[in-house]
């Protein structure tokens, strides 16, 4: 049989299962039993959601409506309100603030400075920063102000209503100008306890955050109280108060610049540009003072008015060939660098500012004219009685004395007043013509006239019209009285005889020198010819008459080695508070070597109540004290001739 034509055998598989689920039992041939299958866990049941598209479309919905809101207003902002709302924002974020300009310095001729500044701060404050909503109290700028006045030294009250201005908009207010270094430092160390204290104790409020400060400067005076009257001050504002610094306040000053800047909390924003024009600094001023000359001026008359017990006291110093100031002292004085202890009654110019009757120095311009007319000489006789009625008036010298004979040069050195009038008497055909002559020679010394000086709250003196001259001024006038006139013209005067009879105009400014760094000297001053030569010369000789003879009133004025030509005077002073007479004016004038004229020195002393009020014997020694002195710093050689020596009496 073959393989194809075999029987069928039926290969054993597992046991099936009987539908009861029991395996079979395997016989022979049989399929092998399967294993039971796990028992299946029941399936999750499913939630099925609704559609998300509605719910999606209510979203976008609301979304558009506000991005719609948005778009609305970014187009009023940018388009429709733009430039209203840039504007506003300009102002707030953006301040512009004043540079101040360095000012010049005001120095001596040598250089030395006799004013200048340091740096300083102006000390401010941004009221926004103190409003309750800011510091969350309603008494800010209370409690700042009663920390900051005691050290800035102003009124609590002002302060505070700084800090609460009406302007709610407002965002600077200067507390306090010019303040020293110090004086911030100070601010700074308490704002920042304060600001470190709010850290750590809430209930501490930093009342200074907005207190803040801008470089400044301020103005000193290295001397103290050393020219005053000449330099002036400098006033809160910044300006010139007085004397050079209100005079020549424009080119001191210089011009103030200007920084614009972004702020933030009442700073300046580092990282936002700004723009800034630089100031430009003031020129600095080089007087004709000299120092060491004005110093030895200001203690020699400061010590005769206290000596005195006198008002006040003044003295000048000029070079006879230029005209320039040496010195213009006054006592009493004041420091322009604390003003708060000065008098005001002399924080002026009195050289310059007071007027009053000169005395018996005038009676030089009396002989001037004599001589310059051609009238009389100096060995003219003149017959001095002991009383002499002119007018409705006994006339009389400062002395009771027997008919004297003097020369005219006896005359000036006496200092007769009865003998002045009898020689200017011969000036004109009639009284009448001699006062018109004698005018004449007064304006051209150039009294009731300003000085040429230019400085500020100077007077002109008074000279009246000749043919409005009393019947007691046309003899007075002669000797000093009835006219009035100021320290600077008196010194002018003398300055003119010196310098051969040609008055050159006083100076105090030797020139400027801007920020360029170029020196401008002063203008030239003016010169007019006042009296020949020769009549200087002889007056000169006749001024050594006062000094040099023992006839003289002016002894005390001798300087050994020196020439000295000089004049007292004593004359009725009229109280500026009663407008009547009341003490005397004691003054000497005089200038040395007077053969060759260097230097010209006047002293005043106003109502000396203790001692003499004789000009002679009060201002001759001051005289002699600066005197000696400015010809040792200016280093004038000695006369080296022996002085002139004219007759002063005559035998009857």
Excluded at 79 to 99: F, G, I, P, Q
Excluded at 345 to 356: C, F, I
Excluded at 589 to 596: E, I, Q, V
Aim: hydrophobic content about 35%; some cysteine; charged content about 20%.
């Amino acid at each position: 049989m073959t393989d194809r034509e075999a029987p069928h055998r039926r290969v054993p598989g597992p046991a099936r299962p009987d539908r009861s689920g029991s395996a079979r039992r395997p016989g022979p041939g049989a399929r092998p039993a399967r294993r039971p299958a796990p028992p299946r866990s029941p399936a999750p049941r499913v939630i099925r959601l609704g559609s998300p598209r509605p719910r999606l479309r209510m979203v976008g919905l609301a979304l558009t409506l506000v991005l719609l809101v948005f778009v609305v207003r970014l187009l009023q902002v940018q388009a429709v309100d733009a430039s209203a709302y840039a504007a506003k924002a300009e102002r707030n974020r953006y301040v512009v603030h004043t540079l101040a300009a360095q000012r010049g310095e005001i120095t001596d001729r040598t250089g030395v400075a006799l004013a200048t500044s340091v740096d300083a701060y102006d000390i401010t404050a941004d009221p926004t920063l103190f409003t309750p909503e800011q510091l969350k109290i309603d008494d800010g700028p209370e409690q700042a102000a009663a920390l900051l006045a005691p050290i800035l030294g102003q009124d609590q009250a002002e302060l505070a209503r700084k800090l609460r201005p009406e302007d709610k908009k407002l965002r600077y207010v200067k507390l306090a100008g010019r303040q020293t270094p110090q004086v911030w430092k100070q601010i700074k160390d308490l704002r920042t306890a304060l600001a470190a204290k709010a850290e750590t104790d809430k209930s501490t409020v930093n009342v200074l955050a907005g207190v803040l400060a801008e470089p400044s400067s301020k103005r000193v005076y290295p001397n103290g109280d050393l020219a005053a009257g000449i330099l002036g001050w400098v006033n809160a504002e910044g300006k010139g108060g007085g004397g050079i610094e209100q005079q020549l306040n424009e080119q001191l000053a210089g011009e103030d610049g200007k920084i614009r800047y972004a702020q933030s909390g009442g700073h300046q924003v580092p990282t936002v540009g700004s723009t800034e024009t630089p100031a430009v600094p003031g020129s600095d001023i080089e007087l004709t003072i000299d120092r060491d000359i004005q110093w030895a001026a200001q203690n020699a008359i400061a010590e005769q008015v206290k000596e005195s017990k006198a008002d006040r006291g003044y003295v000048i110093v000029q070079d006879t060939r230029t005209g320039e100031i040496l010195a213009m002292a006054n006592s009493p004085g004041f420091d322009p660098n604390d003003l708060t202890t000065a008098d005001a009654t002399a924080m002026g110019n009195a050289a310059v500012q007071d007027a009053y009757e000169p005395g018996s120095t005038a009676k030089v311009m009396s002989m001037a004219a004599v001589l310059e007319e051609n009238v009389a000489t100096p060995a003219t006789h003149v017959v001095v009685p002991n009383r002499l009625h002119r007018g409705d008036r006994l006339f009389r010298d400062d002395i009771d004395h027997e008919t004297w004979y003097l020369t005219l040069n006896g005359v000036l050195a006496k200092s007769s007043n009865i003998g002045t009038i009898l020689a200017t008497g011969q000036l004109g055909k009639n009284q009448v013509e001699a006062n018109r002559v004698l005018y004449k020679y007064l304006r051209k010394f150039g009294i009731g006239s300003y000085s040429g000086l230019g400085f500020p709250g100077e007077t002109k003196g008074i000279l009246a019209s000749p043919d409005t001259w009393s019947t007691s001024q046309q003899y007075t006038i002669p000797f000093g009285q009835g006219v009035s006139i100021n320290a600077m013209q008196a010194a002018s005067v003398y300055s003119t005889i010196a310098n051969g009879g040609v008055r050159v105009e006083p100076s105090l400014v030797r020139g400027t020198q801007g920020p360029d760094g170029v020196f401008t000297p002063a203008p030239k001053p003016e010169k007019t010819r006042v009296v020949s030569e020769k009549t200087a010369r002889t007056l000169a000789r006749m001024l050594e008459s006062v000094v040099d003879d023992e006839e003289g009133t002016g002894t005390k004025a001798r300087i050994p080695g020196y020439r000295v030509a000089g004049k007292t005077g004593t004359a009725n002073r009229v109280d500026p508070a009663t407008g009547k007479y009341r003490g005397y004016t004691s003054s000497f004038a005089g200038f040395a070597p007077a053969d060759k004229p260097r230097v010209t020195v006047y002293c005043a002393i106003q109502n000396a109540t203790k001692g003499s009020y004789f000009g002679g014997q009060i201002c001759g020694p001051v005289y002699k004290k600066v005197m000696e002195f400015a010809l040792k710093t200016l280093q004038v050689p000695p006369t080296g001739t022996p002085p002139a020596k004219l007759p002063v009496t005559f035998k009857s």
